[in-house]
């Protein structure tokens, strides 16, 4: 009977572990790539491919940190030595909880987070069933804190990027040419920063972690190619736009016009006496005309131009994207595999000693379930939030999926499970106050600071119910 | 879903502006050519036009509110809000004071504009036109400016503001013109009044025009 328990708690964590990584890659993905498919830098599928690739990545090979604390940096497992199935009823009921949590605010569309549900639902469990004494406050203060400095530091990142943006490209007389030249700089700090979490003390499982003198010089190593790379690539943009595709309707009318006048004047010329009052009439006419579309092709070529910016920044946001899916996959499958790797070690040792890391395996589990969110949910909310934000042009995307990604990837290095959502929604907020963003709804602010405050208590609450339950039917 | 993202976006208020700039142009045209058909002899359109410009008045106030509607309490704009329900009043004022003159003139529409001051309105109309086509010429350029944010276009809109305000100044001087001959050809006290006020409320349109111009001027001041 006892060892029937064990495997049905066992399967039951390996449901719930999944469900929660199908939720993160349903709902959470969409904040990585939703906004490089409104702006038209990436079509759907692609965006689907590339967050697929990248989140499972970000998830297998560096996911471990972040996975390390959900496990056992929040309670003390310790205490929990005399009786570790109760630890393993704890997790179960924590994973469960979460999940419920997650569907029925999905469901009302509240902006509420994944990672809080989850680090909300174990702390509850954890001081209701272990004593207050069981939950390791410093940890779990360091986490709460970084839940509201995580979008602040993204958001003055944003800021700052896109002040620097606004400054050196939309101001400048020669936009474009301004943005071919600031490209390889931007892509050199995204490669060099992605680089350096990749290889510093990140990629463990692929037995590639540098001491941090060799990650800098690898990273700026790959930077610096990457850089010249684009470099070159940019080359091909040309300042002047190309013919059909960009240019404005009237550039051809004031071209046609043009050449009537050069026409006409040759016609004076060679016109006899009593015609020339007439074709002077004409001729200061389209004179008159060609003015008046000159300043209106000069107006849309501007225009044209700052689409051609934003052609280049395409690129980047792109690149940016790939950066938070990664980032989001490393830190988010934390939710899902914490829990389920602390059950699966009780179930298979018997004790809460762990010293074992999280089993690749489990990581690989967590990926997948995210790839399948991704592919069954996620697209569709990938397709929604595309279609409803167009506000935010590639230059804006850029700017704040570049700073969220940073932000949270230096999260995932401290092992701290942050809310890649709540982040971005900071990252965007911050673009908005560089005057990047017509216009910006800051209600959902406000409704991200209830979430705070309510998630965590009805996470713990549903714990607490939960791991009765389990407990009564088990035992 | 649950995307505390996409909530995030609301859609831009400049859009709006441009729209009700829009409106403003084509009632300007409607109401020259009311003013032409009432110094014309036999005008029959008079209420037409009266009645086409009161519809865009009110299609305009149709924008004013849902611009003011959707603007939620948190809205986090590039301009300051206030500045841009001061600018959306001004700009709104001007069809107003286009409603209000053609309404004024219909109080007397079978005396209607004597003879010896028929070509000094025309030029009047014609003045009060001019910013009018302007302002909404400025509101695209503006609208442009929010979304890029770029001083090349801010100087652009920043040259149409200036243009305005001479063109108010022209038609101020018109309108000065105008009253001056008005005393001095008309002896009837009650066509006096009636065509002193008129001018004042036509010279009003362009003094609209320019508050908006002003308003622009400190929404794009950096």
């Known amino acids: ?475 | 879903m649950r995307i505390p993202f996409m909530s995030m976006f609301i859609s831009s208020p400049f859009e709006g502006l441009e729209e009700h700039a829009e409106k403003v142009k084509e009632g300007a045209w409607v109401f020259q050519r009311a003013i032409e058909c009432i110094i014309e002899d036999r005008c029959e359109d008079f209420e037409e036009f009266r009645k086409d410009i009161d519809k865009l008045e009110s299609e305009a106030d149709a924008i004013k509110r849902r611009l003011r509607g959707h603007m939620p309490k948190g809205t986090l704009l590039a301009v300051d809000k206030f500045q841009l329900f001061r600018y959306l009043r001004e700009q709104d004022k001007v069809l107003d004071a286009v409603e209000e003159s053609l309404d004024w003139l219909s109080f007397r529409a079978a005396a209607g504009i004597p003879q010896v001051l028929e070509k000094d309105f025309m030029l009047l109309v014609e003045a009060v036109i001019d910013p009018l086509e302007e302002l909404s010429k400025m509101a695209a350029e503006a609208h442009k400016y929010f979304s890029n944010f770029s001083d090349t276009q801010r100087l652009v809109v920043k040259d149409m503001i200036r243009t305005l305000r001479q063109y108010e100044h022209e038609a101020d001087k018109l309108e000065d013109a105008v009253k001056d001959k008005i005393f001095n050809t008309i002896d009837d006290a009650v066509a006096v009044f009636h065509l002193i006020r008129l001018t004042e409320i036509i010279g009003s349109i362009a003094d609209h025009a320019e508050n908006a111009g002003d308003m622009m001027r400190a929404m794009v001041a950096k």
């Open chain 1, 1 to 475: 009977m006892e060892m029937n328990a064990e495997m049905i708690v066992f399967a039951l964590a390996l449901l719930f572990g999944f469900y929660m990584a199908w939720s993160v890659g349903a709902n959470d993905v969409a904040n990585a790539m939703g906004t490089s498919v409104g702006s038209g830098a990436l079509t759907l599928r692609n965006a689907v491919i590339l967050a697929a690739i990248l989140e499972f990545s970000g998830a297998f090979f560096v996911g471990s940190h972040v996975s390390e604390t959900v496990r056992k940096g929040i309670i003390d497992t310790q205490s929990f030595n005399d009786q570790p199935m109760l630890l393993a009823y704890g997790m179960l009921a924590a994973m469960l909880a979460a999940a419920a949590w997650l569907q029925f605010a999905s469901y009302y569309g509240w902006p509420i987070s994944t990672t809080h549900s989850i680090v909300g639902a174990i702390i509850g469990f954890g001081m209701v069933v272990g004593g207050a004494s069981a939950v390791h406050w410093g940890k779990v203060g360091a986490i709460v804190s970084s839940w509201v400095i995580s979008p602040l530091l993204s958001g003055t990142i944003a800021f700052f990027l896109f002040s620097f943006i606004r400054r050196k490209v939309f101001d400048s007389a020669t936009p474009v040419l301004k943005a071919k030249q600031l490209t390889p700089y931007l892509v050199f700090f995204v490669f060099s920063i992605l680089s350096l979490v990749m290889v510093f003390k990140g990629l463990k499982n692929l037995h590639l972690d540098l001491p941090l003198t060799q990650a800098l010089l690898m990273a700026a190593g790959i930077g610096l190619v990457a850089a010249v790379v684009s470099h070159f690539l940019l080359k091909n943009v040309q300042e002047i736009p190309d013919e059909a595709e960009t240019l404005p309707p009237s550039w051809s009318l004031s071209i046609g016009l043009g050449r009537a006048d050069k026409n006409l004047k040759k016609a004076l010329e060679s016109s006899s006496a009593d015609m020339q009052p007439e074709l002077e009439d004409i001729l200061e006419r389209v004179g008159r005309m060609k003015a008046e579309v000159k300043q209106k092709t000069d107006s849309e070529m501007e225009v044209v131009s700052y689409q051609k910016v934003e052609r280049i920044f395409v690129y980047l946001q792109i690149l940016s994207a790939g950066f938070v899916a990664f980032a989001h996959g490393a830190n988010d499958v934390a939710n899902a595999i914490g829990p389920l790797a602390a059950v699966i070690n009780i179930v298979k040792t018997g004790t809460v000693a762990m010293e074992t890391a999280v089993p690749t395996w489990v990581l690989a589990l967590g990926g997948t379930g995210i790839i399948i969110g991704l592919a069954t949910w996620g697209w569709r909310v990938i397709e929604t939030v595309g279609k409803r934000i167009t506000d935010l042009t590639p230059s804006r995307g850029f700017s704040a999926e570049f700073s969220a990604a940073v932000t949270i990837v230096l999260a995932s290095k401290l092992g701290i499970p942050i809310s890649t959502t709540h982040t971005l929604v900071g990252a965007v907020l911050g673009v908005g106050l560089a005057r990047g963003l017509e216009a910006l709804n800051l209600r959902t602010v406000r409704d991200i600071v209830i979430s705070w405050v309510v998630t965590i208590p009805v996470g713990a609450g549903l714990t607490i119910l939960l791991f009765y339950i389990f407990r009564w039917i088990f035992e």
